[in-house]
């Protein structure tokens, strides 16, 4: 049938949509590593570094476990845009797959739609978990992702241009409304900002201010003031970028599997640019690296270190051929939904079951300022075994 050809050109070339549907395991085992950065919360490693005062090596890995307070980066700040900037790699492969089965965009999009949906309302429910009643707040990975997801569908379907002009159009508007939104006073003078980088001040901001009049059209137990952390809903306008920028790289890689060199280069140069961009709007006073409100200066920055992890994993796996090594990963990265649920829901239940069958200080054997790193692996052992026994029978979790 000819009559369900859609107008719009598609992300992927004619010549790279001939090519055999395979999935690209380089991107399984990056999210596979996102996903363990995640789980690998249940080691404390911040609660281990305090019962050794001034030990260098458990600092530097408690601060890569912990998002800094505002400006700044760790490892663990790069889990939400790797994962965001991965739905956007993965996007091409899932849209040549569909239109090799006859997809269209207008069978298509609804289901984009229904899949936006379910990612909120799923955020929404695990942070509702330890509720009263629902807690109706939209700026976790999921709910981001999916309040930006349809428009990032939308774009998967048109040319690199104009994808190229979506990212920067987003970049430089959002900068510009928070630019000219006037400056608040901000509570938190130990973290405040100076000068014109105020206007990015924790809870004394654009986004701050929206989120004061939008959560509180919700129902609450009691008025919405300001989130602890200074995370806001608006964010998921510039971690669409993030995603933008992910899709683009998704179209190089599938478009240039043959030829692994040429999209490496991409990928490095792309992201050396953009942490250069982003540390350049930092020093310069134009626009802070903040995360926790995801700043263009954030977006460039993170999303310069997504494409260079990209370039990693795909050496390491398509240029080097070390699938091997990747297995592991891959194995949590292929079920990233079932990942990130295990790692919400089933903390507790493990924790108490190894206590209950092996007592209290089964994990105690090195002492106490180890107890909690070795209740860790313990349990993030058990969440891949649960991952390894899903993949052997695949059973996988889609949205």
């Not at 269209?104 to 379910?118: C, D, E, G, K, Y």
Request: proline share 6%.
């Amino acid at each position: 049938m000819q009559a369900n050809v859609e107008p719009l050109p598609l992300a992927i070339p004619p010549a790279a949509s001939l090519k055999p549907l395979v999935r690209n395991s380089a991107l399984d085992a990056y999210r596979g590593f996102v996903m363990l950065l995640m789980m690998a919360e249940v080691l404390e490693l911040a609660r281990v570094a305090r019962a050794f005062p001034g030990n260098w090596f458990w600092s530097i890995l408690a601060y890569n476990q912990t998002h800094v307070e505002w400006a700044g980066c760790s490892l663990h700040d790069l889990i939400q845009p790797s994962f965001s900037f991965l739905v956007g790699a993965a996007l091409p492969y899932s849209i040549a797959s569909r239109l090799a089965k006859g997809g269209t965009l207008r069978v298509m999009f609804p289901h984009a739609l229904w899949r936006s949906f379910l990612l909120i309302a799923l955020g929404i429910f695990l942070r509702s978990t330890h509720s009263a009643q629902t807690n109706f707040t939209f700026e976790d990975t999921l709910t981001q992702i999916g309040l930006g997801y349809p428009l990032l569908f939308l774009l998967g379907f048109r040319s690199a241009r104009v994808q190229w002009i979506a990212f920067g159009a987003i970049l430089a508007g959002y900068w510009l409304a928070w630019a000219l939104y006037p400056i608040v006073p901000s509570a938190d003078s130990a973290h405040a900002l100076t000068g014109f980088l105020a206007h990015w001040n924790k809870n004394a901001n654009l986004g701050a201010s929206f989120d004061q009049w939008f959560l509180n059209l919700f129902p609450r137990g009691k008025p919405f003031v300001a989130n602890s952390g200074g995370y806001l809903t608006l964010s998921f306008i510039p971690t669409l970028a993030t995603m933008i920028l992910g899709l683009i790289a998704g179209r190089w890689l599938r478009g240039e599997t043959p030829r692994p060199g040429v999209p490496l280069a991409k990928l490095m140069t792309a992201g050396l640019i953009g942490i250069a961009a982003g540390l350049a709007l930092h020093g310069l006073g134009i626009c802070p690296i903040v995360k926790r409100i995801w700043t263009p200066a954030w977006t460039l920055f993170s999303g310069g270190a997504c494409l260079l992890l990209l370039a990693l994993f795909s050496w390491v796996v398509d240029v080097k051929r070390q699938s091997g090594l990747a297995f592991p990963l891959v194995v949590v990265g292929m079920n990233s939904i079932a990942a990130y649920l295990i790692a919400h829901l089933f903390q507790r239940f493990i924790e108490d079951s190894f206590h209950i069958h092996f007592g209290p200080g089964v994990f105690r054997a090195f002492g106490d300022g180890l107890e909690p790193l070795l209740n860790g692996l313990a349990v993030l052992t058990c969440y891949w075994l649960i991952l390894f026994w899903m993949f052997r029978r695949k059973l996988f979790l889609r949205i």
